[in-house]
């Protein structure tokens, strides 16, 4: 069975690594439960548990806590919405602002890139925001219950900073195609193969934005944050495992040196916003050290994933990490069996395929 | 989107005037579906008003922004000498 032939059932103390489970009984005599996999082009067809195309978000995930991983990425539950909200809306209020600031600065990037002048290219982007912020079906905007990420502060934190950036001196820059470099996704060969199957791993995602700035070349990511902006906060991104992936990835997909990444903070409160740009850089020996990590921690998950298909067992919990994390009601209970009726209760499915283009990621 | 306005006619707005706090109020209120070119000006140009006594504000220091030694990781890649950026 490949991973393009609907759902499937992995092992679950059955044996074997490709063995498949007929049902999603709890296993026998661990009492795990059995872990659904859907088809996830990103995923081994050989071993469906076993990701291959690998992007921060899902080795963030794993080097958090591998059971995260297991729950958010590899069977894809997140926090059910609340009541009321449309299926298109993700229920994380920050992810679900920053996937729209996202959307909204390369909108008006692509209007740029046609020729557009700033004031035209911003209409539209707020119009943009506007439709997509509102619900048409239940004919009302997104409501986030939050006082300072919401509809409002979002299309307020587009207009001011697209205004602040509108003459910006790092210049996106563009591909062959005469498309500006935004949401420019890459993918190549990590260097480590699996132990398990013989397939390469891929390293993979999307880079924001590559910019030229003084005749150098740079990625340009944005984050928005509740946080006082300063050294403190962008002193979080070193080290950083997103921003070493995407410094790494600029240094092998680009012809050109990439220098760095710089960083648009963008402070969102109730009242205003500030907006802020700091470079990032990493040096040959800590991309080599981030690179050398790497193949350690596939290693690790090709043990999580052997442990789960060959014994049943979840993957292994970091009790460290569980401050505020969404599944910290699911791994509160005392066994597997009764985490599956917790996520069942709580949240749904969604897959996470960094190999797709952006706005394929809903399963 | 739509755009109001017979073809060839040059547009006249007087979205500056009227933007205030209640347009903004009223624009987000609204199915943004039926937004007309005006509507897009509007909702613009009260978003900058906004924007000019916020930054007024903090000029002022009443947004209670934290002044502490933040130094250089503050500056604007623009502000940034290729020297700073290990160039």
Same mark, same amino acid.
């Given at each position: 069975?490949?991973?393009?032939?609907?759902?499937?059932?992995?092992?679950?103390?059955?044996?074997?690594?490709?063995?498949?489970?007929?049902?999603?009984?709890?296993?026998?005599?661990?009492?795990?439960?059995?872990?659904?996999?859907?088809?996830?082009?990103?995923?081994?067809?050989?071993?469906?548990?076993?990701?291959?195309?690998?992007?921060?978000?899902?080795?963030?995930?794993?080097?958090?806590?591998?059971?995260?991983?297991?729950?958010?990425?590899?069977? *894809?539950?997140?926090?059910?919405?609340?009541?009321?909200?449309?299926?298109?809306?993700?229920?994380?209020?920050?992810?679900?602002?920053?996937?729209?600031?996202?959307?909204?600065?390369?909108?008006?990037?692509?209007?740029?890139?046609?020729?557009?002048?700033?004031?035209?290219?911003?209409?539209?982007?707020?119009?943009?925001?506007?439709?997509?912020?509102?619900?048409?079906?239940?004919?009302?905007?997104?409501?986030?219950?939050?006082?300072?990420?919401?509809?409002?502060?979002?299309?307020?934190?587009?207009?001011?900073?697209?205004?602040?950036?509108?003459?910006?001196?790092?210049?996106?820059?563009?591909?062959?195609?005469?498309?500006?470099?935004?949401?420019?996704?890459?993918?190549?060969?990590? *260097?480590?193969?699996?132990?398990?199957?013989?397939?390469?791993?891929?390293?993979?995602?999307?880079?924001?934005?590559?910019?030229?700035?003084?005749?150098?070349?740079?990625?340009?990511?944005?984050?928005?944050?509740?946080?006082?902006?300063?050294?403190?906060?962008?002193?979080?991104?070193?080290?950083?495992?997103?921003?070493?992936?995407?410094?790494?990835?600029?240094?092998?997909?680009?012809?050109?040196?990439?220098?760095?990444?710089?960083?648009?903070?963008?402070?969102?409160?109730?009242?205003?916003?500030?907006?802020?740009?700091?470079?990032?850089?990493?040096?040959?020996?800590?991309?080599?050290?981030?690179?050398?990590?790497?193949?350690?921690?596939?290693?690790?998950?090709?043990?999580?994933?052997?442990?789960?298909?060959?014994?049943?067992?979840?993957?292994?919990?970091?009790?460290?990490?569980?401050?505020?994390?969404?599944?910290?009601?699911?791994?509160?209970?005392?066994?597997?069996?009764?985490?599956?009726?917790?996520?069942?209760?709580?949240?749904?499915?969604?897959?996470?395929?960094?190999?797709?283009?952006?706005?394929?990621?809903?399963? | 989107?739509?755009?109001?306005?017979?073809?060839?006619?040059?547009?006249?707005?007087?979205?500056?005037?009227?933007?205030?706090?209640?347009?903004?109020?009223?624009?987000?209120?609204? #199915?943004?579906?039926?937004?007309?070119?005006? #509507?897009?000006?509007?909702?613009?140009?009260?978003?900058?008003?906004?924007?000019?006594?916020?930054?007024?504000?903090?000029?002022?220091?009443?947004?209670?922004?934290?002044?502490?030694?933040?130094?250089?990781?503050?500056?604007?890649?623009?502000?940034?000498?290729?020297?700073?950026?290990?160039?």
């Amino acid at each position: 069975m490949t991973s393009s032939e609907g759902n499937q059932e992995s092992t679950a103390g059955s044996g074997g690594l490709t063995a498949a489970v007929e049902s999603d009984s709890p296993c026998q005599p661990c009492g795990s439960r059995a872990v659904e996999i859907r088809p996830n082009s990103s995923f081994s067809e050989q071993l469906p548990q076993l990701q291959l195309g690998i992007d921060s978000t899902s080795l963030g995930a794993f080097k958090k806590c591998p059971r995260y991983y297991q729950l958010a990425v590899l069977e *894809g539950w997140e926090p059910k919405a609340p009541d009321g909200w449309p299926e298109h809306f993700r229920p994380q209020v920050d992810l679900q602002f920053g996937i729209w600031m996202h959307e909204g600065r390369e909108g008006y990037e692509g209007f740029r890139s046609m020729g557009l002048e700033h004031e035209e290219a911003l209409e539209r982007t707020l119009d943009w925001a506007m439709l997509a912020t509102w619900d048409a079906a239940s004919g009302r905007p997104w409501n986030s219950g939050d006082g300072i990420k919401n509809r409002f502060t979002l299309v307020r934190t587009l207009a001011w900073y697209l205004d602040r950036y509108q003459d910006d001196p790092a210049k996106t820059i563009q591909l062959a195609s005469g498309a500006p470099a935004v949401e420019h996704s890459f993918r190549f060969p990590s *260097g480590f193969r699996s132990h398990l199957t013989g397939e390469d791993f891929l390293l993979c995602g999307h880079l924001d934005k590559v910019v030229e700035f003084q005749d150098n070349f740079w990625l340009n990511d944005l984050k928005t944050t509740r946080s006082q902006l300063g050294r403190w906060w962008v002193e979080s991104f070193t080290p950083d495992n997103q921003f070493s992936l995407y410094i790494f990835a600029g240094q092998v997909v680009f012809p050109f040196k990439v220098q760095g990444l710089m960083l648009d903070g963008v402070q969102v409160l109730a009242s205003g916003a500030r907006f802020e740009r700091y470079p990032i850089k990493r040096g040959r020996v800590e991309l080599e050290e981030w690179h050398s990590g790497l193949g350690w921690w596939l290693e690790q998950l090709e043990h999580a994933v052997e442990r789960l298909v060959e014994r049943g067992l979840d993957f292994p919990l970091n009790e460290k990490a569980c401050w505020r994390c969404d599944f910290r009601q699911v791994c509160s209970k005392p066994s597997p069996g009764s985490r599956k009726g917790e996520l069942e209760r709580g949240f749904r499915r969604r897959q996470w395929d960094p190999l797709k283009a952006r706005g394929e990621e809903m399963g | 989107m739509s755009d109001s306005g017979a073809p060839g006619v040059i547009p006249q707005s007087d979205a500056l005037t009227q933007a205030t706090t209640d347009s903004l109020a009223e624009l987000f209120s609204r #199915d943004p579906e039926g937004f007309q070119a005006q #509507d897009r000006k509007r909702l613009v140009a009260a978003l900058r008003e906004q924007r000019t006594r916020w930054e007024a504000a903090e000029a002022s220091g009443t947004t209670r922004r934290e002044r502490t030694k933040l130094g250089e990781a503050r500056k604007q890649s623009s502000e940034l000498s290729a020297e700073e950026l290990g160039l």
